[in-house]
């Protein structure tokens, strides 16, 4: 596993060069994206006076101009900035990605497919809005795996009446677990029983999209988790001590929620981001070492779940 002062010095002789380059790149777009800015606002202040007047009040008529030049230019900060976005994720994201692991795909432009994170069976919500970037693919050791940034939201009524809440924000990862399963089990975040004691257990074991309620012996791993599954033997099986223990560190490690699922013959991992992930800060320079480093962490979270998780102990075969 790569060190973060083997990241500084791959910073500092591989990605320097390249980083100053983007850099100039990246200030010559925040000035032209002020001057676009300014003729915007500039422009849609002058209409607006103009109409006002000359209509005598404000409607619709006076502000739809306006809205559609202030519009106009987002559209062309939008182009300004796609093709450094693409040079960004090649030259900096790409190349942590390879830094951490050769081997791996990189696609800036690919996700994981919708029916894919519903097979997960993590979210019983379907989105209807459902997008995502940055997928990883590969093989770590002799696992498969796969991973990518996503953003899954549902949306309801129109107008006043539009309700939008999100379903997941954040890395989804998918590995092959090397063993067949015939049920499914789930883990999830232990939110109830930490809420309402004895009251929050008893609404757990009311969950009836999720499966029975699977009681392990392992109180840490408990305290965290609460688990549903179609087969009480077969999800104490997969979750084993040795197992229950990884997980649990790797979520105290992370400080994050953490979803898992075992399904068919594959291991599902959803954990929770608030930010984008691997997008440029296009008012912030490229020369710090900081966001790299970031970067380089977000990344290492998805691949090393591999690793976290012991997944290349290849204790079955498939059946």
Known sequence: MKTLDDLRRFYDTTLMPDLMALEQQRRGIVRKTAVVVVVSLGLGGLLFVFMASNT???????ILPV??????GGVVCSLLTRGYVT?????????IVHFIDDSLIYEPRNCIPKSTFMLSKIFTTKPNRYKGD???????GATQIQFCELNAEYESGSGKNRHRYTVFRGIFFIAD????FNGQTIVLPDTAEKLFGRLGRKLQSLNVF?????RLEDPEFESHFVVYGSDQIEARYVLSTSLMARITEFKEKTGKKIYLSFIGSMVFVAVPYTRNLFEPRLF??????????????????????VDELNLNTRIWSKE
Not at 210 to 214: A, H, K, Q, V, Y
């Open 56 to 62: 005598g009040q404000v409607g619709p008529a006076v």
């Open 67 to 72: 809205v559609l030049c202030l519009l106009i």
């Open 87 to 95: 040079d960004f994720k090649t030259i900096v994201i790409e190349r």
């Open 134 to 140: 940055d997928f990883v693919s590969g093989k770590v």
């Open 177 to 180: 677990f090397n063993k067949h």
């Open 210 to 214: 999720r499966g029975e309620l699977i």
């Open 284 to 305: 912030k320079t490229l020369l710090d070492f900081e966001p790299i480093r970031r970067y380089y962490e977000d990344l290492q979270l998805a691949i090393g779940i």
